[in-house]
């Protein structure tokens, strides 16, 4: 196994580019969360030029965010699925979640120069590398709200780029 690639937000095209299925990373710096409710609401008002956040170069994760923490979300949901492709386009580089995608949707992913990488499945291990969390869009969503998370090291591992899956 290669040694764990270091990354850093906001994403450049270069950081994608250099990055391969199966490739260990770590992250660090902010992550936007949405998931079901979210991400749709998210997509429209970007398409309305009116987004609440800036997605250039961001990472995205399938998650809600309470109390008891953060874990991926399946990512093939229809809301979350149907907002890769959108966002992507929007300059979101790397969504984060679990579960394979469509093929159409792992084309979208290699138009847009985006990547989709997994998480282990183990809240307590991704909670601990959250440094801080605040609502940044939809607050009546509750934990479900758009947030922005600032994170130090958090691991996951690329499982869809430049048109080859793990899945």
């Known amino acids: 196994m290669g040694k764990v690639k270091e990354l850093k937000t906001p994403l450049t095209n270069s950081d994608i580019e250099n990055l391969q299925v199966g490739d260990r990373i770590t992250l660090t710096g902010q992550i936007l969360t949405g998931r079901d409710a979210a991400l ?19 990472a995205i994760m399938h998650t809600a965010v309470s109390q008891a923490g953060i874990a991926p979300t399946s990512s093939n949901k229809t809301e979350i699925e149907g907002s890769i492709p959108p966002l992507s386009e929007a300059g979101v580089k790397m969504h984060i979640g679990k579960g394979a995608l469509s093929p159409q949707t792992q084309e979208s992913l290699e138009k847009q120069g985006s990547i989709f990488v997994v998480t282990p499945p183990a809240a307590a291990l991704l909670t601990s590398r959250m440094t801080s969390s605040e609502v940044v869009a939809f607050p009546e969503e509750g934990i479900e709200a758009l947030h922005r998370l600032e994170v130090n090291d958090f691991p996951g591992i ?8 793990i899945y």
């Open 40 to 58: 749709p609401r998210l997509v429209k008002l970007i398409e309305n030029g009116e987004s609440p956040v800036v997605v250039e170069g961001a």
């Open 158 to 165: 690329v499982a869809v780029a430049h048109g080859k899956s």
